[in-house]
């Protein structure tokens, strides 16, 4: 069985008229389920309260004392970054980080095989000290030290197949070799990082992999990144847990994105990730929803998603 845990509380994320990061995202998606017959096939599960500990996993104290008063006092914007926020900001930004940690937890337990978080606000531009570009905070992040402290899992993979880097889920683990950041994405571009050259240090080194690609790049060149850089990492890695960050910017005809990836290119590419997480973590997968703004793309590329995940 798939699991869908979505939660129509982060439908109070108001970011304003006009910007890309809507409330419309969440109801395209369900729609778009809907639509294609999925959403009656999955099994639903509800976010799990989400303590001040849980978002200690990935943020500083001090970071979070800051989001959340920025949030509750009125602010339009993070001070730390491009962030449209209101006063239901908060509740929703931990109602994201609630879906993805009762996935993990019912993937883990064997309650279901894997799981689809359709969540906003996004996550992994959020740093341990900063949110920005749409995040608030880093679901990915606080799913995967999750895993690690309640499971006892010691091994995580994080894919990141949206347009944009995931620089907040890159810092968090850049210096720990415990959880490999794998991630495709348009360069040069925002936010400006994702370097191949990028690839960790201390004991993180040699556990970020970055495959950055031009404008009007689409399935040969992330293909070839998957295929000729992350699986044969992954034969010395050997994840135990592994982690999506779906971002579905990277379809073609995004307003945010200039990459020309089709609805059956996520398709394979979760079959593709599905495998390594057969091999070599029991099965055991977690997606997460990053960008996707074109309402319609959106709707049709994570439709594609969630049924190679039930396939």
């Given amino acids: 069985m798939t699991a869908l845990v979505a939660d129509p509380g982060c439908l109070h994320h108001d970011t304003g008229h006009g910007?890309?990061?809507?409330?419309?995202?969440?109801?395209?998606v369900m729609e778009g389920l809907k639509r294609a017959g999925l959403l009656e096939k999955l099994t639903r599960l509800k976010p799990r309260p989400v303590t001040g500990d849980d978002l200690l996993l990935a943020h500083e104290a001090g970071y979070l004392r800051r989001a959340e008063h920025d949030i509750l006092s009125g602010a339009s914007?993070?001070?730390?970054g491009d962030t449209s926020i209101c006063e239901a900001s908060w509740d929703a930004a931990q109602l994201a980080v609630g879906c993805a940690l009762a996935a993990v937890d019912a993937v883990i337990e064997g309650k279901v095989a894997n799981a689809f978080c359709a969540v906003r606000p996004p996550g992994h531009h959020a740093t341990a000290?900063?949110?920005m570009g749409f995040c608030v905070?880093?679901?990915?992040?606080?799913?995967a030290r999750h895993a690690q402290r309640r499971h006892g899992i010691e091994r995580v993979l994080i894919v990141d197949w949206d347009v944009h880097h995931g620089n907040g889920t890159q810092d968090i683990f850049y210096q720990d070799g415990s959880v490999f950041f794998f991630s495709t994405h348009q360069a040069p571009w925002y936010p400006g990082t994702g370097q191949a050259s990028e690839t960790g240090a201390g004991a993180g080194n040699g556990t970020t992999l970055n495959c950055p690609s031009p404008a009007g790049s689409g399935r040969a060149e992330i293909f070839a990144a998957f295929e000729q850089?992350?699986?044969p990492a992954m034969e010395k890695f050997r994840p135990e847990f592994v982690l999506i960050s779906a971002g579905f910017d990277s379809r073609a005809g995004d307003p945010l994105g200039d990459f020309l990836l089709t609805d059956a290119d996520f398709a394979d590419l979760t079959k593709l990730v599905r495998g390594i997480a057969d091999r070599y973590a029991k099965s055991r997968v977690v997606s997460l929803q990053?960008?996707?703004?074109?309402?319609?793309?959106?709707?049709?590329?994570?439709?594609?998603h969630v049924a190679a995940l039930m396939s």
Avoid: K
């Fill in 19 to 28: 910007h890309p990061e809507s409330p419309e995202r969440f109801t395209a």
């Fill in 77 to 80: 914007q993070l001070s730390t």
């Fill in 290 to 304: 990053e960008g996707g703004y074109n309402l319609s793309g959106l709707a049709s590329a994570a439709s594609a």
């Fill in 129 to 131: 000290d900063r949110g």
């Fill in 229 to 231: 850089q992350l699986l």
């Fill in 137 to 143: 905070l880093n679901n990915i992040a606080i799913a």
